[in-house]
């Protein structure tokens, strides 16, 4: 007697649409979890936010941001210590020009050197422009 071969790949599909099914169902839970823990993580960053506000004035977040930016978007050009890679050194730029001089130059990019502008905007300009300003 022969046996059928179709029950072997009727029995791998019917296992496999279960494994699908729970691993559905634990997914859903998974992603109920990460939610709630998303939302304690806002909660918790809002009161960061609002007992930094009363506590100082700002000036040494203010710097650490502005370094922080730069690493995040000027860093891979200027270098991570202000070097220079492919593009000019800014390790004593505050001696050269003043933080509206350097917001300037942010926002207008500096085409003698490639720089195109607008590649930081708003107040991480300003925190840039400020923190850039105190390299001596």
Do not use: R
């Given at each position: 007697?022969?046996?059928?071969?179709?029950?072997?790949?009727?029995?791998?599909?019917?296992?496999?649409?279960?494994?699908?099914?729970?691993?559905?169902?634990?997914?859903?839970?998974?992603?109920?979890?990460?939610?709630?823990?998303?939302?304690?993580?806002?909660?918790?960053?809002?009161?960061?936010?609002?007992?930094?506000?009363?506590?100082?004035?700002?000036?040494?977040?203010?710097?650490?941001?502005?370094?922080?930016?730069?690493?995040?978007?000027?860093?891979?050009?200027h270098g991570q210590d202000l070097s220079g890679t492919s593009a000019p050194a800014l390790d004593t730029?505050?001696?050269?020009?003043?933080?509206?001089?350097?917001?300037?130059?942010?926002?207008?990019?500096?085409?003698?050197?490639?720089?195109?502008?607008?590649?930081?905007?708003?107040?991480?300009?300003?925190?840039?422009?400020q923190w850039l300003s105190e390299q001596q």
């Amino acid at each position: 007697m022969q046996k059928n071969p179709v029950i072997p790949y009727a029995l791998i599909a019917g296992i496999g649409i279960l494994l699908v099914i729970v691993v559905s169902f634990v997914g859903l839970n998974q992603e109920e979890a990460i939610q709630e823990e998303e939302n304690g993580e806002e909660q918790g960053e809002q009161q960061d936010d609002q007992s930094g506000d009363t506590e100082d004035s700002g000036e040494g977040e203010t710097a650490a941001n502005g370094e922080e930016v730069f690493q995040n978007n000027c860093a891979s050009c200027h270098g991570q210590d202000l070097s220079g890679t492919s593009a000019p050194a800014l390790d004593t730029v505050g001696s050269k020009y003043s933080q509206e001089e350097i917001e300037q130059i942010i926002a207008d990019g500096f085409p003698d050197a490639g720089m195109p502008g607008g590649l930081i905007q708003g107040e991480d300009a300003e925190a840039v422009a400020q923190w850039l300003s105190e390299q001596q």
